[in-house]
């Protein structure tokens, strides 16, 4: 969506105006097809934290930790670790899952006795688009590699155990050449739809029309093109 904004403020470097607006809608109507290809490639609905949520238990003197929180996307990890570890603490493992990726660290502990075991929570959970960082106070007392595993699993999992969700579905990016007799017809139906982030620019259309953007169910995407096909008497170009 950032790529879209920054085109619609495109001033392509030519001296014939018809053909600069041509070249901001070729441009954006090219993006537009690959962004929606993109996220079609795994649309979907998942389950996810509704908050942040904190679980402490302590095992043989060491002090377990767990923060629990909701993650859009990969790149928001780092900053969600960021907040939540503590520096003074010998141990910041944690592990994550977004759609079918992810990701663990041991952070200092044995492998695979502490990233893997907190992954195993959140895919046991069903929950999506999560992370889980459990930190560890060593309290002096050597655990072993099992020990470890149960101690940083079962931290996670009670974590997650009676977390707080909501259930999310995800949204696609659209867009959609209208002539400006029929906008009052297609807002209405995207009023219908509940859209959201309805942009419309009227440097970037064809002659006599502007270009509509917006992000929708990824569920009803087909309805909506249904329903507007049936209900405007001009056929419409989406994106």
């Known amino acids: 969506m950032q790529v879209i904004t920054s085109l619609l403020h495109l001033q392509p470097n030519c001296c014939d105006p018809n053909k600069n607006k041509l070249l901001r809608h070729r441009l954006i109507c090219w993006c537009y097809k690959a962004m929606s290809s993109s996220s079609n490639s795994q649309p979907g609905a998942f389950t996810t934290l509704r908050e942040t949520v904190t679980f402490k238990q302590e095992i043989k003197k060491s002090k377990?930790?767990?923060?629990?929180?909701?993650?859009?996307d990969q790149q928001f990890a780092n900053s969600f670790l960021s907040r939540v570890k503590d520096p003074k603490a010998t141990h910041n493992c944690w592990a994550y899952k977004v759609g079918d990726q992810y990701r663990s660290t041991d952070d200092g502990e044995p492998s695979g006795t502490a990233?893997?075991?907190?992954?195993?929570?959140?895919?046991?959970?069903?929950l999506d688009r999560v992370m889980v960082v459990v930190i560890r106070h060593f309290g002096g007392?050597?655990?072993?590699?099992?020990?470890?595993?149960?101690?940083?699993?079962?931290t996670a999992a009670e974590c997650l155990k009676n977390a707080p969700s909501r259930f999310v579905k995800s949204k696609v990016p659209m867009g959609v050449e209208v002539p400006f007799e029929l906008l009052g017809l297609v807002y209405h139906q995207l009023q219908c739809f509940k859209v959201e982030d309805?942009?419309?620019?009227?440097?970037?259309?064809?002659?006599?029309?502007?270009?509509?953007?917006?992000?929708?169910?990824?569920?009803?995407?087909?309805?909506?093109?249904?329903?507007l096909k049936s209900h405007c008497s001009r056929e419409l170009e989406f994106y």
């Not at 377990?64 to 859009?72: L, Q, R």
């Open 198 to 227: 309805i942009n419309q620019d009227y440097e970037t259309g064809t002659e006599g029309s502007t270009m509509v953007t917006f992000k929708v169910d990824f569920d009803q995407a087909e309805s909506l093109k249904d329903a």
């Open 64 to 72: 377990f930790i767990a923060i629990a929180g909701h993650i859009p």
């Open 115 to 126: 990233g893997k075991p907190i992954q195993a929570a959140i895919e046991a959970s069903g």
């Open 141 to 154: 007392i050597l655990l072993g590699s099992g020990g470890l595993v149960r101690a940083y699993g079962r």
